[in-house]
């Protein structure tokens, strides 16, 4: 990148913390390109989880939440950005060229790039503490400062999503390419992708709302809890396409910096909407099949005594960069 302001430095620093975005499975299915004033984000449709992930939907996801990162890091560095969401018809994996001029960045800017190392995925049992009103209508909102509705789960429909959470790991319990692929993606110890086995709840402790990853070592709270007071949010699009799946990751990732902004536990639920049938049955119970559903975010209080979740690992910067003008190496 040439110019004066943001300068590649201050490029590649944002990157860094785009880079810490939540993918499945860790997958970091993303690619960049910098180039003169421009920065462009591509799926790497190699890193695409052909079972639990058919169609892709997950991944261009996974995408957008690094893209909502990488643009709060940005803006805490003194860049602006303008972002063309699928600029290319033809190039489908090409998700944003993203357009960067000078700005001041304001204390708020700072503090929301702040919280990107900070976020966590917690698949642990939450307290029983209520989370406040007040705190769910300030995650929902930085969801809808994205486009996108987000929902509070609640009643009869509540008991179809968790309904809906069982069948989904009944059904891909029978699938042996399904877990074979969880063994290869879950359980790690030294890895830069995947999901670490300190980040994954031990053999016999999964509170059942979860994915049953393999090898987890992380240890439920000591503190007897006898009802988790966790919140359910659907985020929901009008549409299905490829924009909307980019947009429902830019809504997923405001609105988990908002719940860590807040001290809340948060973990994103994907399983039950990888399964078509289940999908179609939430979409029902929950949107009166009006929009679709994207992703099921769970938020609560960790219990007092709980040990602190520890990151999970990301490739160098150096792997997931491209040159500008290398032949492109996304097509599916």
């Known amino acids: 990148m040439t110019g004066t302001v943001p300068d590649n430095g201050s490029v590649r620093a944002a990157l860094a913390l785009a880079v810490r975005a939540p993918s499945i499975h860790n997958s970091q299915p993303w690619r960049w390109r910098i180039g003169e004033r421009t920065v462009h984000l591509f799926a790497d449709p190699s890193r695409n989880l052909r079972c639990a992930d058919p169609d892709s939907r997950e991944l261009v996801i996974s995408c957008g939440a690094a893209l909502h990162h990488f643009r709060v890091a940005m803006a805490a560095l003194g860049g ?7 600029p290319d018809p033809n190039r489908p994996n090409h998700l944003a060229a993203i357009e960067i001029s000078s700005r001041v960045p304001s204390d708020t800017d700072i503090e929301l790039a702040a919280l990107i190392p900070r976020r966590r995925s917690d698949r642990r049992t939450y307290s029983d503490w ?40 009944e059904r891909h319990e029978s699938l042996p390419d399904y877990e074979s692929e969880m063994h290869a993606w879950s359980g790690r110890h030294a890895s830069p992708d995947g999901v670490p086995a300190r980040n994954t709840i031990a053999p016999g402790q999964s509170p059942g709302r979860t994915r049953a990853f393999a090898g987890g070592v992380l240890a439920q709270s000591t503190v007897r809890v006898d009802r ?31 719940a860590a902004s807040a001290g809340l536990a948060a973990c994103p639920l994907t399983e039950p909407l990888e399964i078509s049938d289940v999908r179609s049955q939430v979409r029902r119970d929950v949107l009166s099949d009006d929009g679709y559903p994207q992703m099921i975010l769970r938020i609560g209080w960790a219990p007092m005594n709980a040990e602190p979740v520890q990151p999970t690992p990301r490739r160098p910067l150096d792997d997931v960069l491209d040159p500008f003008d290398a032949p492109d190496q996304t097509a599916q």
Do not use: C, K, N
């Open 80 to 86: 602006a950005t303008h972002v063309h969401r699928l």
């Open 130 to 169: 209520p989370v406040p009103d007040g705190l769910v209508r300030s995650i929902v909102s930085a969801a809808a400062a994205e486009g996108l509705a987000l929902i509070p789960v609640e009643g009869s429909a509540r008991a179809g999503v968790e309904r809906a959470i069982r069948i989904a790991a």
């Open 228 to 258: 988790d007071a966790a919140v359910l949010l659907m985020l929901a699009t009008p549409s299905d396409d490829r924009p909307s799946q980019l947009r429902a990751g830019e809504a997923a990732s405001a609105a988990l910096l908002a």
